[in-house]
C-alpha cells in the first residue's frame, strides 16, 4: 500500500517558483515528512525534512499544514539545473520503519 | 569529507554469473541500506544494516541476493547466478544512527546481465 501519492511529472519555466504537493492521508504521529531529489545517474540527495508547519533550507521550503495529510515542496526561482526527479517520503518516528521510495514526480525545467 | 563509494561503478555479467557489488558508507554511519532502482522507478529497499547486524532483508528478491557488513563499516552485496530481470542500478545509502530518513547515497552500480 503506497504512503504517499504525488504528481508523476510537472514542466516549469526558468525563473518560476514550483510547488510540489505530496498526500499522506495515513501519516503517523510520530512520522517525518522527508524530501529527496535524483539527478540522472546519480543518487537521490537528502533535500529537506520537516514534521509540521513550514521548514526551510538553503534549497527548498517544506509547507506542512495541522492535519499532516499533505506537504508541499517549494523550490523558489527554479533552474534547468532543477530539473530531476523529486521523492516525497514519510516515516521515520520512534521505531524502525522500512523506506519506502515511490515513483516520485519527474521536474522539468523549461528555457 | 568523503561521501558515500560504490564500485565497481558499471558492472557487465553473462547470464549465471555471480556477481559482488561493494559499498563505502561515510565513516561513523552506523545505519546503511541497499536498494535497486530500475530504469524510471523510485529506489526499492532490499536490506538495513545497523552496525554489522542485518535487521530488515525483506526486500531482497531471491535467495540468490545476499548481503553482508562483516565489521560494520564496508558492505557487499552478492548477487549469485544473475539473471537478465537482476539489471538494474543498485544503490548504497548510509545514515547516522536512528535517523534512517535522512540518508546519503552513493552513485550506484549500473548492472547490466546479458
Known amino acids: 500500500l503506497a504512503k504517499t501519492t504525488q504528481p508523476i511529472s510537472m514542466d516549469s519555466y526558468e525563473g518560476q517558483e514550483v510547488n510540489i504537493t505530496c498526500s499522506h492521508n495515513?501519516?503517523?504521529?510520530?512520522?517525518?515528512i522527508t524530501w529527496y531529489q535524483q539527478f540522472p545517474s546519480q543518487g537521490p540527495r537528502f533535500i529537506i525534512q520537516?514534521?509540521?508547519t513550514k521548514v526551510t533550507n538553503e534549497v527548498a521550503s517544506l509547507f506542512i499544514p495541522a492535519d499532516r495529510k499533505s506537504s508541499t515542496l517549494s523550490l523558489p526561482r527554479v533552474s534547468l539545473s532543477d530539473t530531476a526527479v523529486y521523492y516525497c517520503?514519510?516515516?521515520?518516528?520512534?521505531?524502525?520503519?522500512?523506506?519506502?521510495f515511490g515513483p516520485g514526480t519527474s521536474l522539468s525545467v523549461i528555457p | 569529507g568523503a561521501g558515500v563509494s560504490q564500485s565497481p561503478r558499471y558492472k557487465v555479467a553473462k547470464r549465471g554469473q555471480d556477481v559482488a557489488l561493494r559499498c563505502d558508507p561515510i565513516s561513523g554511519h552506523v545505519s546503511l541500506f541497499w536498494y535497486q532502482q530500475a530504469l524510471g522507478q523510485g529506489p526499492e529497499f532490499l536490506t538495513y544494516f545497523q552496525n554489522e547486524a542485518q535487521l530488515d532483508k525483506s526486500g531482497l528478491p531471491s535467495d540468490r541476493f545476499f548481503a553482508e557488513r562483516p565489521e560494520g563499516s564496508v558492505s557487499t552485496l552478492k548477487i549469485q547466478r544473475t539473471q537478465q530481470e537482476d539489471s538494474a542500478v543498485y544503490l548504497c545509502a548510509s545514515s547516522l544512527d536512528r535517523v534512517i530518513y535522512e540518508q546519503y547515497f552513493g552513485p550506484g552500480t549500473r548492472l547490466t546481465v546479458t
Open positions: 495515513n501519516i503517523a504521529t510520530n512520522d517525518y
Open positions: 517520503l514519510v516515516g521515520g518516528g520512534t521505531s524502525y520503519d522500512k523506506v519506502i
Open positions: 520537516g514534521y509540521k
